[in-house]
């Protein structure tokens, strides 16, 4: 009857009558993605017409769905077979577009630009880049509201999606589970206003194309001192909009372990989660290092969405920089007037 999806709170009563009469049998129908199963109660008759009417269903606001012609089946209590199906080129329906009440104000998506967006693609397991759910431009929100999606294997960073009054927008990222497969979904967001009567319209449906890419880590150069530590080797996944949805694990392993002059000092395994999202290992370079036959390491993943994440090289050679021979000697430091050192 609809595209990907139906927007409704609950499953929609529907009313059976026959068409010249006035008796009128109410059905609780149930939903399943596209379509509305309606449990007959009564028997049909043969030859006689029956009107079939849905009650508080809303009309899709998403170009994705419409209202055309839908059509109706008809199957037998096993539901195993259908035995008579309506044409839809002969049913009587023409759509009927969504009309936002318009005493409620539009919200909108965004992303940190603040320029709108209706759709979004993330690769599965891994969080979405920053996005926000805003009022009209230069607005503000007039009350609390607390937004919620629906669906085990999607949701929010974070889990309480909040925005407060007085706010330009809030913040969230959408991930999907590694359990997921590559698919087109709309998102419904739900939401609840602190005031008794909304001031807001419900938000309209987020498009969101799920694939199976990998995301690419970077993977930079890396230089040491002879007898020296290295800075972290960081990676920042918040930066690089990689945040696990769950959780992913970087491990370094250094080659010829027994004879390389290099080392990791702490640990050799960095575990990345929703909220543990920068982290690095550091390194030690024995004085014996030769800069001729430099030390190297594995980069490797694991984890629960270590599917979804590839480094741009696995193996990392190190750049031994010659210990200096000398310590430097300051003999004069000249201090200007009015200076102060800045950050």
């Keep these: 009857m609809y595209g990907p999806v139906l927007r409704v709170v609950s499953a929609p009563l529907v009313t059976v009558k026959k068409e010249s009469s006035s008796v009128t049998t109410t059905i ?21 017409k029956y009107q079939i009417t849905i009650k508080e269903l809303r009309n899709p606001e998403s170009a994705m769905c419409d209202m055309d012609r839908p059509t109706i089946t008809m199957t037998g ?44 693609t993330i690769p599965i397991g ?8 805003a009022p009209p431009e230069d ?11 629906a669906g085990a294997e999607i949701d929010l960073l ?45 938000l309209p449906l987020l498009q969101l194309t799920i694939t199976n890419d990998p995301i690419t880590i970077p993977t930079p150069e890396i230089r040491i001192m002879q007898g020296g530590t290295s800075l972290p080797y960081y990676f920042d996944l918040d930066e690089l909009n990689a945040i696990p949805y769950t959780e992913v694990i970087f491990t370094a392993t250094i080659d010829d372990p027994e004879t ?8 050799s395994s960095l575990v990345f989660s929703r909220t543990e999202t920068g982290l690095g290992f550091v390194f030690l370079l024995d004085e014996t290092a030769d800069s001729s036959d430099p030390p190297t390491f594995q980069l490797s993943i694991s984890g629960e969405n270590a599917a979804n994440y590839e480094f741009e090289e696995t193996e990392i050679e190190v750049e031994v920089l010659d210990a200096e021979s000398g310590v430097a000697d300051i003999s004069e430091l000249t201090v200007e007037s009015e200076y102060a050192p800045t950050s």
Excluded: C, M, W
């Design 126 to 133: 891994i969080q979405s880049p920053v996005l926000r759910i």
């Design 77 to 120: 209590p096993d539901e195993a077979s259908a035995f008579s199906r309506s044409a839809p080129n002969l049913f009587n329906a023409l759509r009927t577009d969504y009309i936002v009440d318009s005493e409620l104000t539009n919200l909108r998506f965004t992303d940190e630009d603040g320029d709108e967006i209706t759709a979004l």
């Design 28 to 48: 609780q129908s149930t939903t399943f993605g596209s379509r509305i199963k309606i449990p007959l109660t009564i028997e049909l008759e043969a030859l006689v």
């Design 139 to 149: 607005e503000e929100f007039s009350n609390d509201i607390i937004f919620q999606i």
């Design 260 to 267: 390389s002059t290099l080392t990791v000092s702490g640990t």
């Design 158 to 202: 974070p889990t309480l999606l909040q925005a407060e009054s007085g706010a330009q927008y809030t913040e969230f990222r959408i991930g999907a589970s590694s359990n997921n497969y590559p698919s087109l979904l709309l998102i419904d967001f739900t939401k609840t206003e602190s005031l008794s009567e909304p001031d807001y319209a419900e």
